[in-house]
């Protein structure tokens, strides 16, 4: 028997940074390939006390069936948080989600149809790319500056029937890259003027470490589209827990696919979390997060500097948990990954984040799971691999 | 804004069920109508235990990003019990997915296109229906005799070019029908001989209370399709943990697809159910819900021979945790629902589990969920309706 696949398999790939963490398995090996939070910085004990509290006071509950739209405690304090963070967010139009990544297939869902063009940054989000590709879209990109798009390569892919924009505006995967305050406005400007719906991904926007907190995209929308976050990066990601946050007309429609994906989301999942919320002060927690990943980048860059060819530029993130390296043109970071891992060090070369299959000069790199000692010598290692390319 | 969603939408609803069971929170109405396992067989404290070791011992890893195949001990546990059974099924080909309605968005993912044709029971699971919906199928039905589908039909649909059938051969949802030995044979040596792939979902297949066991239709074809498992019923359905078996070729596309959906199912609620059944004899656990939900089962079949007028016919299901009615010709369920909610009983009109618009005299009851005194107090005022539109 041959299988009869359906035809957008034809199109999608295994994650590649999926498969190189199969490679980094190996302990021996210093990798800034993961796009792992640090697990050392976990709220393990306070979810070991709230998970105690869920089984004895609520446990069969917390066992049972629940709603798609997801646990009403929980949508309620994510609420809160928006708005004290300066955003109106009614509890109603959050729906819980089982990642961030299930917004993107759900979203994908309700609104590509075969062909549609669909606008990403370049380098985007491989995540998106990956769920976005299951429904057979026309990517158009956009370069991605220092400070956010460029506006006139973006106003060009409106004009010419957009669909819709995904994008990171907040420490992005892969670059580590933030829109200023006038790009943000730029581009809500622009997606109003041509009806395009905005998907605005923050995994990381808590996750700040220089600089000041700015308004979402989304709140300079007339008509906002979908605005996606996550407990992954600022709690824990085991947990599966996301929530897009949409207007009625779309959010009816999320929820009829989220029946149809996974009826809804880990209820036990859910009501720990709650009551981690509920007994915590999360803010405090990110507070550690932040301080920790600010000092790992900070000697990331600083050890760049001092370990790498001077012909080899890189973003400065204000947060998150990526930076982003340029290789002089020519530059294959594929053959370099061959070279650093018999090195034991890895990257996760930036050709992927590519849909055009270009940026085969560039590499992500990731500071949030490595200690000071750690990135010093990986770092070191990584450029002395460099250099015996520039030779 | 005019949002454009995609053509797919227009065809998919809400769950109907999913609707009632808001109509059925009120707690003076005696619902037959949820799918809901009964929460006081949870294994609340065995749950809670288990999930005091996971945060104690493996905390920090139980919180973290994990494979898209799923745990490794988990799947292990799986595959025994599968072996315990007699069906040889390695770990590798087990992939754990965000319950096992997930499995269903992934098959449709990977298998359909646009216009194939999709074999169903009929009446069929809706969930399957939902899921198949988002991917524009052409749906063809088999009428479901006592015995299983009707061979006849069933091979003019394969005839027909049909891609795959879905199916639930023990103890269905809706009608609580089971397929005969010689009916899983008959449909096996159907599916080898038009190359139609199968999908063998088994949610209830460990709940039998009455009869043999019998093999699944999957240990009988020569190439086997998906068979698809859950803890649901089993253990708790609130980790929304389930699994799906397929050979290597269907396995890797299956897994591209769940990457793309929600990246892997939460770390924290396969550890917490790994070491509950490394801990715990769950086939004990199994014989407590076999033995209530058949004394469940026998009491309203008991009733409804008290009860119901005598032009109502009933399946006598030998598992799992749904009966199903028949009125006679002409009557609706529909209206029936109006009338019952009002002498506050509830229970499911038959006809969304039909795709064809059909069924509008049949109706689904739910046994697993009530004890004898609910069962015996909603029967009769069910019965009561029913008279009210005979006479």
Chains 1, 2 share one sequence.
């Not at 299930?102 to 994908?108: K, S």
């Not at 429609?253 to 009826?263: G, P, R, Y």
Request: with cysteine.
């Amino acid at each position: 028997m041959s299988y009869k696949f359906a035809r957008r398999m034809g199109t999608v790939h295994r994650s590649f940074i999926r498969e190189i963490l199969k490679v980094t398995a190996n302990p021996e090996i210093i990798s800034f390939a993961g796009g792992l939070p640090n697990p050392g910085l976990f709220p393990v004990a306070a979810m070991d006390m709230a998970s105690r509290e869920v089984f004895s006071e609520i446990g069969s509950s917390a066992l049972q069936y629940s709603t798609t739209e997801g646990d009403a405690g929980l949508r309620s304090i994510i609420s809160g948080r928006y708005v004290k963070r300066g955003l109106t967010v009614d509890p109603d139009s959050i729906l819980v989600t089982t990642g961030s990544q299930q917004i993107l297939d759900l979203c994908a869902k309700i609104f590509i149809d075969r062909g549609d063009k669909i606008v990403i940054e370049r380098p985007g989000y491989l995540g998106a790319i990956q769920s976005f590709s299951m429904f057979e879209p026309e990517f158009v990109t956009v370069s991605l500056d220092d400070d956010g798009p460029d506006l006139e390569e973006l106003e060009a892919a409106f004009k010419d029937g957009a669909k819709l924009f995904y994008a990171v505006p907040n420490f992005q995967n892969p670059s580590g890259v933030s829109y200023s305050l006038e790009k943000r406005k730029a581009v809500a400007a622009l997606l109003d003027k041509y009806n395009v719906l905005f998907i605005e991904d923050d995994p990381y926007g808590e996750l700040r470490f220089r600089g000041d907190d700015l308004p979402s995209v989304y709140s300079f929308c007339k008509k906002p589209g979908v605005l996606c976050g996550s407990f992954s990066k600022i709690a824990a990601p085991g947990f599966r827990i996301g929530w897009a946050v949409a207007e009625k007309e779309i959010y009816d429609k999320l929820v009829i696919a989220k029946q149809a994906s996974d009826l809804h989301t880990s209820t036990v999942a859910q009501a720990i979390m709650r009551r981690y919320l509920e007994t915590n002060e999360i803010d405090d927690h990110i507070d550690i997060i932040r301080e920790s990943y600010g000092r790992q980048c900070e000697v990331m860059i600083e050890m760049i500097g001092e370990y790498f060819p001077k012909e080899v530029s890189i973003t400065r993130p204000e947060g998150g948990m990526f930076l982003w390296a340029t290789m002089p043109d020519g530059f294959a970071s594929m053959d370099l990954f061959d070279v650093a891992i018999k090195d034991k060090v890895a990257f996760v070369p930036g050709r992927p984040f590519y849909v055009d299959g270009s940026g085969e000069n560039t590499l992500r790199l990731n500071f949030s799971n490595s200690d000071e000692k750690k990135t010093e010598d990986g770092i070191k290692r990584l450029g002395r691999s460099i250099y015996s390319f520039l030779k």
